[in-house]
Every structure is written in C-alpha cells, then in structure tokens.
C-alpha cells in the first residue's frame, strides 16, 4: 500500500492528505503527552509508522467531508491496530517488526502488555472525543472480534485440520471486522451519513478479507527485505493460512511438518510454492476485492470518491507486485 | 466490603439492589454471548465475583436514578477492572486470585491476554451504548491511567528508594483513577449531573486511595483465608508498598531483603509488623477516607444518598477488621 497510497490521495482530493497528517501530529501528540517511559514506547511503536491503511479508509470513505472528527477516527483505527500488534508482539515473543525491534524485545513483557493496554485506552478516547456514540460502538465491536479472532488462532495453533471455512472466520474477526469499522467510521463521520454505513462496512470486509489473504501469500512468498521478516513465520507459529491449506490438499504430508528453524520453514515455502497454492490463494484475494468494488456502484457517491475506493481495494492486493 | 455492602444497601434504597442485580445479569450475558471458548474464559473471571466495589459506586453516585445506562456504566467499570486483573494475572503468572486459578493459569497466557482485551473492550462498548461520550471519556481516561500505573509500578520493581511521594502517584493511577471515573459516570448519567462529577469524582479518588493503600496493609496482615492468597505477595514481587516504605524508615536493613519463598515473604511480614508501619498506614488510609467525606457536605444530596457515600468511605477500610 505504502507505494499505492499516493494515486489514491491524487484522486480522492488535497482534504486527505492534510487529514493524514493531522493524523501523524496526532498520534505522536498523543505518545508523547504521557508519563515518560510509556511515552517512549508508545511513540517508538507509532513511529514505526506502517501503511496507515485504516485511517486513509476512513478518510476516503468519508468523502469530501474533512473534520478533526474524522481526524480522531482515523487516529482511533490506527492505535487499536497498534495496541493488537504490540499485544500480538508479546504473545509471540517477537524482536522484530518492520525492521525494528518490538516494544516487547526492546522494553520487555510488562512494558509491552502495558503500552498496548494504553494504545486500546486512547484509541476509544479520541472517539469519545467525536461525541459519536455509534463511532464507540463500532470500534468496540471491532475490537472485541479482534481479541476473539486473536484467541482462535491460537486455539488453532498447529491443528492440522482447519478449513478453508474456518480460515476465513477468523480473518473476519481479525481483519475484516477492523477494516469494516474503519469505513463506517468514514460513512458514519462523514459526507455518506448512517444510511451508507452498512454497505461501506461490507466494502471494507471485503478488502480486509484480500488484504489478510495477500498478507498470508506474502509470509510464504515475499522478499525479506520488503516484507521486513523472514519467510514462513506462520509455520513457525503453526498458523494454518490460506496458502498452506490450500497446499496440504495438494501435498498431504506438509501436514506433518512443523519447521522449528528459519531454514526449514524457508524451504517449506518452496515447497508450498511449488504445489500452485500461492497463485490459488492470490486468486482467492482478487475475488474479495472484485466482491468490494460490485458494493460500490448502487451507493450515491461522488466519481472522484468511488475511483479513490477502487483504487484503495485494488491496492491492498498490490503490494511488492 | 463485601460483609458491608448490605448496610450500604439498606441506606441506599432498593433500586440499588436491583441496578447491582442487573449488572450480574448483564455480564453474564456478555460472557456468554461470545465465542464458546473465549466466553468460558470471561466467564470465570466475571463469576469470581469480589466485591463488585465499583459498580456500588456509580449507583450510590447517581442518587435516585435508576436507569439501564446506569447499569450499563456499572457494568463497565467492572468489566474494565476484571480485564487489568486478568492482565495483571498474566504478567505476574499468578495462579490464583479470590480462592479460584486464574484465566492465565488455567487457559494460558494467549487466551488470557485474550481474554483481558476483550474485557476491555466490552467496557468500552458498554459506555458506548448509553450514548454518552462523557462516559466513554471518563472510563477512557482511567484506563490510560491505569495503563500508566501498571507500567510504573514494574518500573519501581525491587527498587528501594521509592518514596510515599511516588507510591501515591502510582495508586492514583492504578485505583484512584477508576474510582473516580466511576464516582463521574453516576454523577453524569444520574440525578447529580455534570455539575456534580468533579466533586464526586474527588470523592472517589480519595477513597480510592484510601482502599489501596488499605489493601496493601492487608497484603503483609491480611489472614490468607479472607484474602485468598498467602501474606507478602508485593514482597515477593518487589512492589514497595506504604507500610514497606515506612517500616523501611524505621528497620533499615530491610531494604536489602529480597525474599523468594512464601515463608521467607511471611517472615518478612511478621519483622515489618513489629516496626509498627502497618498502623501507621492504615493512619494514612483513614485520612483518605476523611478527606472524601469532607467532600461531601457542600453538595447537594439527598439524605440517604449522603448517609450511603459516607458508609462507602468507611467501608473501605473496614474489609477484615
């Protein structure tokens, strides 16, 4: 997305970028204005930086609406996927993330739990700021399928079985659910209103569904020094991917691997490669970015908003591409 | 407080009773409305019960009103303080809490860190539904608070120049904070208005205060029957706690007592007991709880409500004695 955000703020107006980077001044204000050694970590984590996908899918949901209220709600998105990625960090006991060291590897479990406990905090402040209770709700909601889909995973660490079905439940809560507050936020907070909020929460679905599925081709496929990791973390962790499903129905005895070293799960993914999984499960993403874009067309939207959101949702299968 | 909520009760009036009764039924139902294996997770915790400190708050706050936002609020703020328990269990692997294991000793650290940030953000979406942004900003504030103070408290670890300064500083964070949002959420959804939350919200801090620092007399005295877990656990921890920081001033060579066992950390308890640091704070406490009274009597209350805030504050330090 990082290369694919720049058509998208050419279309969708100069009202998106400027809210970009309130948001930027925002959540750096935010790390910063608390305690001294939380502030250092909460910023080390904000700086980081990232995509900042979900506040540009508020933002261009939201039309040409431009407030400090869609500046929250975009700041908002942003700290509860921090929050889960710092949590995520703990529980996976990872040094790295994007090419710098973790909140947990750098400042320890306690520091780590507690920095994503804030983030969570701030995240629903800045909406309580927006005087939007249906905003709350739809952060809320998200957030408790995020811990859900968290919780799944694990439950279904190693297991041998899982199906493609299942597979995408858990992308849902994870992903999807996170994504789809993001636009209604926009709808919600800006120019579409209540009424569109629904339709939009399914296009944002439908492009966290791709985005999940491209990010799991990516751990098995992508370079390390785009990707910031090594490949195959998710057979490490035992996370079953739509890939690597797809793959065991090709060649069953990957079902018995469980790589432990970084080697060996690299020459996992050759191996997964090789079956034709990657290709399947990239097909697979397309289909959910074409089920987002059909959403598009019966919504009254402005031309220079519908082309920033077929952008966006053919983007977030772009990436290293 | 639990042997003296009835009296509370009895001032207070019935809808009390029924608001508190309600709230029981409304986290078990949001335990149980999710996930299968996450609800069971929620489920213990929630069922552990304890004091249901927090909830009594906004009631007793709120006067005459009896409203489903108010139970609502309720609601919150103990899901908020059930989700820093479970966090605050994974951190310190505690395998018990109240008499029962913990969700991190019997589902592990994931489901647990799971489970506490689905906690979370039930709370929040509690708040959310009663359509006050005033609540979520409240409930918001604490839990960054709380965040803060769990961060600092770790930093503070095994250090042995912790002042009474800092230690105050800390449970502002950890509990006063959360009290007085509570105090705020009754004041603000009930019949004393917003014009009341800063008062009645100072009242809570300092009773706040008062319960922690009672709490953490009970930690070195408390009989382990009613406590539900042996004495000297912030010894064990390394948490420099009042009474520790004033038996310090009179027995020196405390400071470089770093005790590993159970036995060693009740022997410590009985050395820090002869320094006469355990009446000195609960001194301390009282002053707390005096201070909060003396909030009381420029607002305008109605007898009973004024007759059951002042039961609260004396509650407090009455656990056990």
Redesign the interface.
């Known amino acids: 997305m990082t290369t694919h955000v720049q058509p998208v703020l050419d279309v969708a107006g100069d009202h998106v970028a400027r809210m970009l980077a309130r948001t930027e001044e925002l959540l750096e204000e935010i790390a910063s204005e608390?305690?001294a050694?939380?502030g250092q970590h909460a910023s080390s984590t904000l700086a980081a930086g990232g995509k900042r996908l979900r506040p540009v899918l508020v933002f261009v949901c939201a039309g040409a609406a431009e407030s400090t209220e869609l500046v929250r709600a975009g700041a908002a998105v942003e700290l509860l996927h921090m929050a889960?990625l710092v949590?995520d960090d703990?529980?996976d006991r990872a040094p790295m993330r994007r090419g710098r060291p973790t909140v947990f590897w750098s400042a320890g479990?306690?520091?780590a739990?507690?920095?994503g406990?804030?983030l969570?905090?701030?995240a629903?402040?800045q909406?309580?700021?927006?005087?939007?209770?249906?905003a709350?709700?739809a952060?809320?909601?998200a957030?408790?399928s995020?811990?859900?889909g968290?919780?799944?995973q694990?439950?279904d660490a190693f297991a041998t079985d899982v199906t493609e079905e299942r597979y995408f439940v858990r992308c849902t809560l994870k992903t999807g659910k996170l994504f789809e507050a993001a636009c209604r936020l926009g709808a919600v907070l800006g120019d579409p209103g209540e009424e569109a909020a629904d339709a939009l929460g399914r296009y944002g679905d439908r492009i966290g569904l791709a985005f999940q599925v491209f990010d799991d081709v990516l751990d098995l496929s992508g370079p390390p020094d785009q990707t910031g990791k090594s490949r195959g973390t998710d057979l490490l962790d035992g996370t079953a991917t739509l890939p690597i499903i797809y793959a065991r129905e090709v060649d069953p005895g990957l079902r018995e691997e469980r790589p432990s070293t970084t080697s060996a799960a690299e020459a996992l993914c050759d191996r997964i490669a090789a079956t034709g999984a990657l290709e399947r499960a990239r097909e697979r993403a397309l289909e959910f970015v074409a089920q987002a874009k059909e959403i598009l067309p019966p919504l009254q939207l402005a031309d220079n908003q519908r082309q920033a959101l077929t952008l966006v949702a053919d983007g977030v299968v772009e990436r290293y591409s």
Do not use: K
């Open positions: 608390h305690g050694a939380l889960t949590h703990v529980l479990r306690d520091a739990t507690a920095t406990d804030f969570f905090s701030r629903f402040g909406l309580a700021a927006t005087g939007s209770a249906a709350v709700r952060l809320s909601d957030s408790s995020l811990a859900r968290e919780l799944m694990r439950d």
